[in-house]
Nanobody
Framework: VQLQASGGGLVQAGGSLRLSCAAS????????VAWFRQAPGKEREFVAA???????YYADSVKGRFTISRDNAKNTVSLQMSVLKPEDTAVYYC????????????????????WGQGTQVTVSS
C-alpha cells in the first residue's frame, strides 16, 4: 500500500482543515488506518485511528475536535480538524496496517507498516 497525504495548509486558530490520505491497492478495507503528527523538536505522536471493524480512537488532545473517517470505495481516509489551536501545528502523517490493532497498540508506531509522506498544518494565533 502506498499512502499520499494532502490538505495541509495555514489556518487561523479556531478554524478548520480537512486532511485526506489516498491509498493505492484494492484491499484497503482490510487495513486499519491512523493519523500521527510531529511538531518541530518533538516526537511523532498519535492523533487518531480507525480499525477495519469501525472502532475509532483519538488522542485526548484532539478528542471532540477531530474526526477520522474512511471511504473504502475511494480508498481514502480523512481527518476533519475543527477548532484548531496553535499547538496543533505539525506535520501530519497517515499510516496503515494490515496487522491489526488493539487498544493497547493503536497509539504506538509499532502496528503501522505503511506511512505517507506527511502534510504540513500550521495554525496561527
Amino acid at each position: 500500500v502506498q499512502l499520499q497525504a494532502s490538505g495541509g495548509g495555514l489556518v487561523q486558530a479556531g478554524g478548520s482543515l480537512r486532511l485526506s490520505c489516498a491509498a493505492s491497492g484494492r484491499t484497503f478495507s482490510s487495513y486499519s488506518v491512523a493519523w500521527f503528527r510531529q511538531a518541530p523538536g518533538k516526537e511523532r505522536e498519535f492523533v487518531a485511528a480507525g480499525s477495519v471493524i469501525g472502532s475509532v480512537y483519538y488522542a485526548d488532545s484532539v478528542k471532540g475536535r477531530f474526526t477520522i473517517s474512511r471511504d473504502n470505495a475511494k480508498n481514502t481516509v480523512s481527518l476533519q480538524m475543527s477548532v484548531l489551536k496553535p499547538e496543533d501545528t505539525a506535520v501530519y502523517y497517515c499510516a496503515a496496517t494490515n496487522r491489526g490493532i488493539t487498544a493497547a497498540t493503536v497509539r504506538t508506531n509499532s502496528p503501522y507498516n505503511y506511512w505517507g509522506q506527511g502534510t504540513q498544518v500550521t495554525v496561527s494565533s
